[in-house]
């Protein structure tokens, strides 16, 4: 697998990605949309809703809405969620199915935009016991991404420090006490998801865990 992946490649993925989590949801029941998701406070359709904001504002209107929100990102990301969530689940699918194909983001971090949807699809899926995982290059495309650097998430400074293998594919990063689970697992761990540690080991693991947890 080559170490550098064209942006038309990541693109190709991402809508892959919203693609499987489009049909993965088709089979869901409003009680299950309801569902908490592990991404904070939001439930299943408000992750959904929230993806389909993402792939619809550029950055202009990113900036805009963020000023507008004076920089209270918790409310920029409400105001932008509650835009585009449908009056019911159904509708909020449809205006997910929508944006599959869109290329549209508020940087150029394009590794950003597949880690939204990588990360965010296992946040249903988790909770809902949905068996589909992204595919091993998506994910490591993902796990590159946030070893290098924080973005939305402090993945780089979680991994400070600490040696990360996947079990099932390419990715490895840094120097420290091992850390040694599956490439989706590592990099929800990397995201801030401490249920993912449950599935990681290695004398790094716990180290990994508190930074997840803030303990």
């Known amino acids: 697998m080559s170490n550098v992946m064209s942006r038309d490649d990541l693109w190709a993925m991402a809508h892959a990605e919203r693609a499987a989590l489009a049909d993965d949801l088709a089979g869901v029941n409003d009680g299950q949309w309801a569902r ?5 406070r939001w439930t299943v359709e408000e992750v959904v809703a929230h993806l389909t904001a993402a792939a ?3 950055r202009l209107r990113w900036l805009t809405s963020v000023l507008g929100a004076r920089f209270d990102f918790d409310k920029h990301n409400d105001r932008r969620l509650a835009e585009h969530r449908g009056a019911t689940p159904a509708e909020t699918l449809d205006l997910f199915r929508a944006i599959v194909p869109s290329t549209t983001s508020a940087s150029g971090h394009t590794a950003a ?7 965010h699809a296992q946040d249903i899926r988790r909770p809902l016991g949905l068996p589909r995982l992204p595919s091993i290059e998506a994910t490591t495309e993902v ?10 998430v402090p993945s780089r400074s979680n991994t400070e420090g600490l040696r ?7 990715f490895s990063t840094g120097t420290g006490p091992l850390v040694s689970g599956t490439t989706i697992a ?8 401490d249920t993912y540690c449950n599935d990681l080991s290695g004398p790094g693991a716990p180290i990994l865990r508190s930074r997840c947890t803030g303990a």
């Open 113 to 119: 935009w597949l880690g939204e949807v990588v990360v």
């Open 56 to 58: 619809s504002v550029g």
């Open 186 to 193: 590592l990099t929800m761990a990397m995201a801030g998801r």
């Open 36 to 40: 908490q998701s592990l991404c904070g």
């Open 143 to 152: 796990a590159r991404f946030y070893a290098s650097r924080n973005f939305t």
């Open 164 to 170: 990360l293998e996947a079990t099932d594919g390419p």
